[in-house]
């Protein structure tokens, strides 16, 4: 008896490209089962992410031709990772795996077979990983590596070039579910995770139809959320500021005070100017520390699990 696959699809007014992924989603379906990979009764998992345009008429058709074909109808537009949380935690009730994968189907759907053969190698995870961007503008490309350059370095985990086109197993899903946080950024949590994980390398090529849903001001805020949810750098930052101005301030004392004793200034220049480095440097001191409890406080808040248990060696409960 094979295992039970799930293909998740985040969808936002997507009627141009459906026509053509839904059939392509189901031949993946087709050719695994036939090669006994996945049980029969695996399925595709859309989510309507509150579209304004045909795509929930599309997904019940859909689905009355083909009951594979299953659909989640968001209540309104929450945003792509919290449509594919939706589709991924929905999905975990019944499937042993899911794949979740964009409808646009810029990823190269012909590695689910890789990745589905990874899961049975013992794999909790297996992601995407693009093997260059040559299908990205200019401008999108060079951001995009910036950024996970930058979260790197602000010492947040990530797999470098992944999207959200990946494999996770029931377990791996369970192990998710824990996170309770509102600010979602998957790509930041899954390494968190700690389970087995494999790769499988893919060109990605241009959306299919329709276009991006994803504009620039959309990119900036998953971007911000990324940095702001994973690290407390920037408020460790305005703390490092403020013992750099503090350190000017003493450099600035030196000058006033020669300035002083070489009578060279105007009456109250002297203790101005160290008044306004003095407080700044303070100021901004004090920020930092009161920053760096909020960070502690944001921690908190966010009641993250403290770890995850990957095996249990015990006895058969009778
Ligand atoms: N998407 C979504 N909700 C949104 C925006 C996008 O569910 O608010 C879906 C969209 O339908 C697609 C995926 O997220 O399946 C990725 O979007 P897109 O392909 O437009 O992003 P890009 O590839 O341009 O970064
Ligand atoms: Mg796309």
Redesign the pocket.
């Known amino acids: 008896m094979s295992d039970r696959l799930a293909i998740v ?4 007014n ?1 009627e141009e490209v459906l026509p053509i992924s839904i059939p392509e989603l189901l031949k993946v379906l087709d050719e695994l089962t036939g090669q006994k990979k996945i049980s029969t009764d695996s399925y595709l998992l859309f989510v309507n ?1 509150g579209s304004r345009d045909r795509t929930w008429e599309l997904l019940e058709e859909a689905h009355q031709k083909d009951s594979r074909v299953r659909a989640v109808k968001l209540a309104k ?1 929450c ?2 990772q919290s ?1 594919l949380i939706a589709g991924l935690m929905t999905a975990k009730e019944d499937a042993d795996m899911t794949v979740s994968i ?3 189907l ?1 990823d190269d759907t012909s590695v689910i077979r890789e990745m589905v053969e990874e899961y049975h190698n013992g794999c909790e995870i297996v992601y995407g990983v693009r093997g260059s961007r040559r299908s990205d503008s200019f401008f999108k490309r060079t951001t995009a590596e910036g950024f996970y350059k930058l979260l790197a370095a602000l010492g947040v985990k990530t797999v470098f070039n992944h999207a959200d086109f990946r494999l996770m197993s029931a377990k791996a899903l369970n192990e998710l579910a824990e996170y309770k946080e509102t600010n979602l950024y998957l790509r930041g949590l899954i390494p968190l995770l700690g389970l087995k994980t494999g790769k499988v390398v893919y060109e990605r090529k241009e ?1 299919l139809a329709g276009e ?3 504009p620039l001001k959309k990119m900036l805020a998953l971007a911000l959320n990324g940095i702001t949810s994973f690290s407390v750098q920037p408020i460790r930052l305005v703390f490092h500021i403020g013992l750099f101005v503090l350190l000017i301030c003493l450099g600035a004392a030196v000058y006033a005070f020669v300035s002083y004793l070489t009578g060279d200034v105007e009456r109250g220049w002297t203790s101005l100017i160290l008044s306004v480095w003095f407080l700044g440097g303070i100021q901004l001191l004090a920020i930092g520390v009161i920053g760096e409890y909020i960070g502690k406080i944001y921690n908190e808040v966010k009641h993250r699990p403290l770890y995850h248990i990957e095996t249990i060696l015990k006895e058969d409960e009778k």
């Open positions: 699809v985040p969808c936002y997507e992410d537009n945003g792509h449509a964009d409808a646009d810029q959306r991006s849903k994803y």
